[in-house]
């Protein structure tokens, strides 16, 4: 790695240990080609420069009850920096927000909302996002399907 940058080895050990995050370095250095030394100390760099910033078991959130998800496009009463600080902060503390993106477009915000089923996630719509800092409005979109899952194969 030079100046930040990552080459085709780095590119190899991120999509394998993205597929694969328990992936023993003996698998590791036979899929990119390098030996045991030279593929651990790069895994290394790339934990201590942030290009891997952790590794987490990827649940089956069907298997445990939480298979409802909604798409929530939000819009904010104020925009300037203080309030949108202000709405990202609270989201950050909302388990059942598992993902929240400010989008440039018609609305400020869209939220991906993981609940049980449609009660619960009606009650956190009432009680918990309609609440958060400087929410003018809202409307939900519910997902009847997910096709591809970000956690499925790499973007690089």
Same mark, same amino acid.
Not at 31 to 38: A, W
Not at 49 to 54: H, K, L, V
Not at 73 to 79: A, F, G, K, Q
Not at 101 to 104: L, R, S, T, W, Y
């Given at each position: 790695?030079?100046d930040g940058?990552i080459d085709?080895?780095d590119?190899?050990?991120l999509a394998?240990?993205h &597929?694969?995050g &328990?992936? /023993?370095?003996?698998?590791?250095?036979a899929? @990119? $080609?390098? +030996?045991?030394?030279?593929c651990?100390?790069?895994v290394? &760099?790339?934990?201590e420069?942030?290009?891997? &910033?952790?590794f987490r /078991?990827v649940l !089956?959130? !069907?298997?445990?009850? *939480?298979d409802?998800i909604?798409?929530v496009? @939000?819009?904010? +009463?104020?925009?300037r920096?203080?309030?949108?600080?202000?709405f990202?902060? /609270?989201? $950050?503390a909302?388990t059942e927000?598992?993902?929240c993106?400010?989008?440039?477009g018609?609305f !400020?915000y869209? *939220?991906?909302?993981?609940?049980?089923?449609i009660?619960?996630?009606? +009650?956190i719509?009432?009680?918990?996002i309609?609440?958060?800092p400087? @929410?003018?409005?809202?409307?939900?979109?519910v997902s009847m399907? +997910? @096709?591809?899952?970000?956690?499925?194969?790499p973007?690089?």
């Open positions: 790695m030079v940058q085709g080895y590119r190899k050990i394998a240990l &597929r694969d &328990r992936m /023993a370095i003996t698998e590791l250095t899929l @990119v $080609g390098l +030996s045991k030394t030279p651990q100390l790069r290394k &760099r790339l934990r420069t942030g290009f891997i &910033r952790g /078991a !089956d959130l !069907d298997k445990l009850g *939480l409802h909604a798409f496009e @939000v819009t904010l +009463s104020d925009t920096e203080a309030a949108l600080q202000a990202n902060t /609270a989201v $950050g909302v927000i598992e993902e993106h400010m989008i440039a018609a !400020d869209l *939220l991906k909302v993981r609940t049980s089923d009660k619960a996630y009606r +009650s719509l009432g009680e918990v309609s609440n958060l400087h @929410v003018a409005n809202s409307s939900t979109h399907e +997910s @096709v591809k899952d970000a956690g499925e194969n973007a690089f």
